[in-house]
């Protein structure tokens, strides 16, 4: 019995740490989740603009939300939304009024406060302390706002802000996910500074912390413990731009504490939970003094008003001297049940910085002995009630009630009866999934079979119907749960998402079925458009990866062959060992590959001092390190500028110890790939360190880091840039920038390599704003969200890929040719938005099969301000439908040279 229960108890544990990057839904503005008594406003012009019309995209009323008279720039007129439960909020949205062309009343500018009780309000500030956001330039346009930091909160107001007496009105949608952790507020010491000698200051306060400061420490809030943003491995550096040094992490320095030799910290939550584990995600830079922490106790409070229990949890942890890598670590907290912790983190060296914390849970209260301190107050009957059952005094105990024990036996018999029902559930899955990867699965009224990807690829998507839109009756494609509607917000150009879904063909009962079943939106895609996109139909109807030809051939042919889909493939090659692209050259074979075969030098692997882990794989590492004498060691000719016997900056890509010999030798083949490569720009490989494991391969790399995050960081030059000294590119810089990536590629494209991943984050840059071509973007945590992950599989960069390389697993030159197109979008919009933000991740796929049909319906990314109308005609016909219709690197180059030089 005890048993069955823990096992019930165990599958309610709560999701851990909030991912902003992915925490982007809609909250329930628009489709009417968040009810109208939910959404109230400090007053409204008339009843038809009241608060319950501040909705997006929504014309109901007269249109917005409108605060009565003319606002004042002294106003502080609010719309306040009810969220319902603690939220992570990520996302603001606004409107003005349209009403359909007869409004043209709209907000410029406003301000954020927000409550996660509804009586204490807080206003929210960037982390550059600046408060107001920019509002809307029209009625009707869009404007997105992300919140740098993010609101952890139930109740938000939004606070319109003028500059002149004018009318105001707004709608509104807010973005976000729900706060699982339950957390309110922590307090702490204040973070201290540090000033290493040869670096800059670094402060480790917490900057966007919402409480109160006092005789240096912080109480009643939360800050950057809390705001999904991870602290990288070099505590000196920042995710963010234009911050300190430091600035991810808070921390504190050993001696600067007394002599108690740790950091005490509390934690407070909405209600009583049974905690699991708590996950701290510290720095471990032993080299500068700085160590995870030795050891941790942890205190219990049930309640607020009552005192600490006696008993805590102790936790020592495993030092590392070693790995220098940040790291999270777990501290099991044994399901205590209380309100409030109180934990002590013990120094394990000079310093101790953290930078995320977060709290697992479970929802069903536990029952745990407590045994409370001296302050704590006497147990009443209510507190004892769900604790410990009541006794009274033998001599006048009555006889136990048994009445209810026949219910009890009930539960516990449903409880067994449900767990052998979804034992068998298992069972039959795994029976289902074997058959299926052995025979060929009927799937429409005719005889059209094909054969489906392993059990271990398969989802299983439960998503419940949501109420259409006012005015738009469902579709099967718009039939989606908005909480699991992934946001990409930035451009107005694009149409709503659920038009644009609606663009798209809509899947038969049959097949939506069938994808249900899968769950996998590649599947679904395939089901989307019949037998056109596998290999198998294109093997069957002419052989191998050639262009399809629907007029050629029928249903009946399309899967009657048993040639596996892309995904089992091509395409599951694309990532290679240490999680960098592999590039694809199929003259190359792995079998006859030994050391033997390597021309790069032997590098001595002491003289790799280790800075920074870049990027992982399955099998493999790649880290920033500096190579000591390596001009010397490369002798005369070396790709490296002459460092006057100085170290250099270089990636080297490790091998782990437990790879499978499999992945030495796929590891081996990529060296000599790159031993094959040699142009100025294009990455080198350099030397190698292969006579003893781990086996090592080092790169060129640059202190100026890759094209997206440089861009990323400037404007436009122009007189203000220079006026306000703001970091800047002019035009003919990026059009050299893109001149020198052609010229890259058309070198691959000479040797007839495929790069397979060709974006800005590729691109290294370095002082002279030369380019080279790198390989490793996959690898890099930074840019997970440009890659789409097939369970099993591998990590597709489908933002970049050409359709027939989504839907058919076809890579060439003519795909990279499409993702050189997507790389100049890139360019020209200086990187401050993904490609095809608007869309989701399966949107992105939906629109491939738009491309494979060609009826005109597909969509594609709009053209940058900055970019001159020939060279957005030269992007088009990179994303050319057909092949042939593409131009050659070599006619990019030449298109791309002249515009350099005017």
């Known amino acids: 019995m005890h048993l069955f229960l823990l096992l019930i108890l165990q599958a309610t544990a709560a999701v851990g740490q909030v991912d902003p990057a992915h925490c982007r839904y809609a909250l329930g503005m628009e489709d009417g989740r968040i009810k109208d008594d939910d959404i109230t406003a400090s007053s409204h012009w008339y009843e038809t603009t009241g608060p319950q019309y501040a909705r997006l995209n929504r014309e109901e009323g007269d249109g917005a939300w409108c605060p009565e008279g003319q606002l004042e720039p002294s106003d502080s007129q609010y719309l306040q939304v009810d969220l319902g439960r603690l939220t992570f909020l990520t996302v603001v949205g606004t409107q003005g009024r349209y009403a359909r062309n007869s409004g043209n009343e709209f907000a410029r500018a406003y301000r954020l406060n927000y409550s996660r009780d509804g009586l204490l309000w807080k206003s929210w500030r960037n982390r550059l302390g600046n408060a107001v956001m920019e509002g809307n330039k029209n009625a009707y346009a869009s404007v997105i706002n992300d919140l740098h930091p993010p609101i952890i909160t139930r109740y938000i107001r939004l606070i319109p802000v003028t500059r002149v007496s004018t009318t105001v009105c707004m709608r509104v949608e807010l973005y976000g996910c729900p706060w699982e952790d339950g957390l309110i507020s922590y307090s702490s010491p204040e973070g201290q500074p540090m000033n290493p000698p040869g670096y800059p200051i670094a402060s480790f306060n917490d900057s966007t912390y919402d409480g109160a400061h006092e005789r240096r420490r912080l109480f009643g ?4 413990l809390t705001d999904g943003v991870i602290g990288l491995d070099d505590f000196l550096q920042t995710r963010q731009y234009h911050v300190w040094p430091g600035y991810d992490y808070l921390g504190w320095r050993n001696d600067s504490l ?13 209600r009583r939970r049974n905690f699991t584990s708590m996950k701290v995600h510290s720095n471990n830079m032993f080299s500068r003094g700085v160590k995870i922490f030795s050891s941790v106790s942890c205190w219990f409070k049930p309640r607020l008003i009552a005192g600490w229990e006696v008993e805590s949890v102790a936790f020592k942890t495993v030092l590392d001297d070693r790995n220098p890598s940040a790291r999270y670590v777990t501290v099991p907290l044994n399901r205590r049940t209380a309100k409030s912790i109180r934990c002590r983190f013990y120094f394990a060296d000079i310093w101790m910085m953290f930078s995320e914390i977060s709290f697992q849970s479970e929802d069903t209260v536990l029952p745990t002995p407590m045994t409370l301190g001296s302050t704590s107050p006497p147990i009443t009957e209510e507190s004892t009630m769900l604790t410990t059952p009541k006794t009274a005094n ?44 052995k025979a060929p699965r009927r799937i429409l009224d005719e005889e059209v079979t094909v054969r489906l990807s392993s059990c271990s690829d398969t989802i299983i998507l439960q998503t419940p119907p949501v109420p259409p839109r006012s005015g738009h009756a469902p579709t099967g494609l718009a039939n989606t749960d908005p909480h699991y509607e992934r946001v990409f917000l930035l451009d107005p150009q694009y149409q709503n998402p659920a038009v644009l879904r609606n663009k798209l063909p809509e ?30 139909w294109l093997r069957a109807c002419g052989g191998g990866y050639a262009e399809p030809d629907v007029t050629q051939c029928t249903p009946h042919q399309c899967f009657h062959s048993n040639a596996p889909h892309y995904a089992e493939t091509d395409i599951v090659r694309l990532q290679g060992v240490t999680g960098s692209n592999m590039y694809a050259v199929p003259a190359l074979t792995v079998d006859s590959l030994t050391r033997k075969d390597i021309s790069a ?30 001009p010397e060691f490369l002798g005369e000719g070396s790709p490296l500028p002459d460092r006057d016997g100085r170290s250099v900056l270089v990636a080297v890509k490790q091998l782990r110890a437990d790879a499978t010999s499999q992945a030495r030798n796929d590891f081996l083949k990529e060296i000599k790939i790159m031993s094959r490569l040699n142009d100025p ?19 060129e790399y640059m202190e100026n880091g890759d094209l997206n995050m440089f861009l990323s960081q400037r404007e436009i030059e122009s007189t203000l840039t220079h006026a306000n000294n703001i970091p800047s590119v002019s035009l003919s810089d990026l059009l050299h920038m893109s001149v020198q990536i052609s010229s890259g590629m058309k070198y691959l494209a000479s040797l007839n390599f495929v790069h397979r991943d060709l974006a800005t984050r590729n691109c290294l840059l370095d002082r002279r704003l030369t380019i080279k071509i790198a390989d490793f973007g996959m690898s890099r945590n930074l840019y997970s969200s440009d890659y789409y992950r097939i369970q099993g599989r591998a990590v597709l960069p489908i933002r970049w890929m050409a359709w027939e390389s989504i839907l058919l697993g076809k890579f060439t030159t003519a795909s990279d040719v499409w993702a050189f197109g997507v790389t100049l979008w890139e360019i020209f919009t200086l990187c401050k938005e993904q490609p095809y933000s608007l869309l989701s991740d399966e949107q992105v796929i939906e629109n491939t099969g738009e491309f494979f049909r060609n009826q005109g319906r597909q969509i594609f990314l709009y053209g940058p301000p900055l970019c001159p109308p020939s060279l957005f005609e030269l992007m088009m016909r990179c994303w050319s439908r057909d092949l042939a219709d593409r131009p050659t690197f070599e006619g990019l180059y030449q298109a791309l040279r002249p515009h350099v030089n005017q």
């Open 221 to 224: 809030g939360m800050g950057q």
């Open 507 to 536: 899947l038969s009962q049959s097949a939506e079925a069938s994808a249900l079943l899968l769950g996998n939106p590649l599947y679904d895609l395939l089901l989307l458009t019949s037998c056109h996109m596998t290999s198998g």
């Open 394 to 437: 033998p001599s006048t105990s009555e006889p136990p009630d048994d009445g209810n024990t026949p219910i009890l036996i009930g539960c516990l018999v449903t409880i067994i009866l449900l767990l052998v029902i979804i034992i068998f559930l298992i069972l039959w899955c795994q029976y289902v999934c074997k058959v299926l990867e």
């Open 681 to 699: 720009n294009i990455i080198r490989l350099l030397c190698v360190c292969v006579s003893s494991d781990p086996l090592c391969m080092v790169t």
């Open 258 to 270: 007394g002599t108690q030799g740790y950091v005490e910290m509390e934690f407070v939550f909405d």
């Open 601 to 630: 030098a032997e590098f001595p692997r002491q003289h790799l001092i280790f800075r920074e882990k870049l990027g992982e794989g399955q099998f493999g590492e790649v880290h920033l390190c500096e190579a000591e004498g390596l």
